[in-house]
């Protein structure tokens, strides 16, 4: 459990990033377009003076921070090593069969419809599409108190991870603050998944998030095509969220992690986007980036003295 009177411990940001293969500038702008009330909050830049991913021409573009219906994501330009897959998708929540039909036909133009929109028990009108980037996403009428538009990170445990939905859910609510699981709702008695999760929706930090079981043999799992970055305000925060996500996981190097359910994790000071940032001094930035290759766990100290040339 936290301790909320640490300094940096309320409420990280969690931003999904998407690994894409020269598509960031591309993808941002499209989703900025087709899902509205969104913009451009930041770009970073790769190296100079060394080797990118993917052979990404030096000094290049390496990620785009936007956001779309309140929702902060990055699209990084990492090369082909990882490909997006549907373990890891996106409800669009929105108010009218007729606006999940607009939205429906715009993300899968292109793309690959993954569950056919139509209605169902659950809701009015709603459809499964892949779009032509590879992200998953759920568009769905809701009625009620759901706020729409929203957008939610949905997390598909299956494969060796199926039957770990609920366990996960557990461990990431008792990791950040402002956290709660909220609707719980399982596989009855006789279904392929009876007992495991069907879908629980739940708060993290503030911010909503959906979870499920797939008895389904699916051919993907979790990987790093998909990751959920953690801002944090401080090196206390960086040292809890390591320390906690990490935990029989596998750390990566530059602030990746898997934690112990495959879900890939970005440790991060709030500032990486100004240290990275294509507004920043070259040689600041290059800096900061011969520091962050060195490191597992980000160290802040190292990296602010990095970047101001201390």
């Known amino acids: 459990m ?57 000094g290049s573009l390496m990620s785009v921070e936007f956001e779309v219906l309140g ?31 607009r939205l429906f036909a715009a993300l899968s133009s292109g793309g690959e419809t993954l569950v056919a929109l139509d209605a169902y028990p659950w809701s009015p009108c709603y459809g499964w599409a892949a779009d032509r980037f590879g992200v998953s996403w759920q568009v769905m009428t809701v009625t009620g108190e759901t706020e729409t538009p929203a957008i939610a990170p949905s997390l598909m445990f299956c494969g060796e991870q ?38 629980v929706s739940f708060v993290l930090a503030g911010q909503n998030l959906v979870a499920m079981d797939s008895p389904i043999d699916h051919a993907f799992g ?6 959920l970055q953690v801002l944090c305000d401080g090196q206390p925060a960086v040292d809890h969220y390591w320390r906690a996500l990490s935990r029989g ?46 490191m597992t766990k980000l160290d802040v100290a190292v990296l602010e003295k990095a970047f101001s040339g201390a």
């Open 162 to 199: 199926f039957g770990n939905a609920a366990q996960a859910m557990r461990s990431y609510a008792s990791t950040f603050p402002n956290s709660r699981i909220e609707d719980v709702q399982s596989y009855g008695a006789g279904d392929a998944g009876e007992g495991t999760v069907q879908l």
């Open 222 to 227: 979790f990987n790093e095509a998909v990751s």
């Open 249 to 294: 996981g596998e750390p990566g190097q530059s602030g990746w992690l898997k934690d112990r359910f495959g879900v890939s994790w970005q440790v991060a000071p709030q500032q990486w986007v100004d240290w990275l940032g294509e507004s920043a001094d070259p040689a600041a930035r290059e800096r900061v980036f011969q520091a962050m290759l060195d």
């Open 2 to 58: 936290i301790d909320p009177a640490v300094p940096g411990m309320s409420n990280p940001l969690i931003a999904p990033c998407l690994w894409l293969n020269n598509q960031a500038e591309e993808a941002a702008a499209f989703y900025i377009e087709t899902l509205g009330t969104g913009s451009v909050i930041a770009r970073t830049l790769f190296s100079t003076s060394f080797e990118n991913p993917a052979g990404a021409p030096p």
């Open 71 to 101: 929702r902060r994501f990055t699209a990084l330009n990492g090369g082909a090593q990882f490909v997006i897959n549907p373990s890891i998708s996106f409800f669009v929540y929105v108010e009218s069969p007729a606006a999940a039909k």
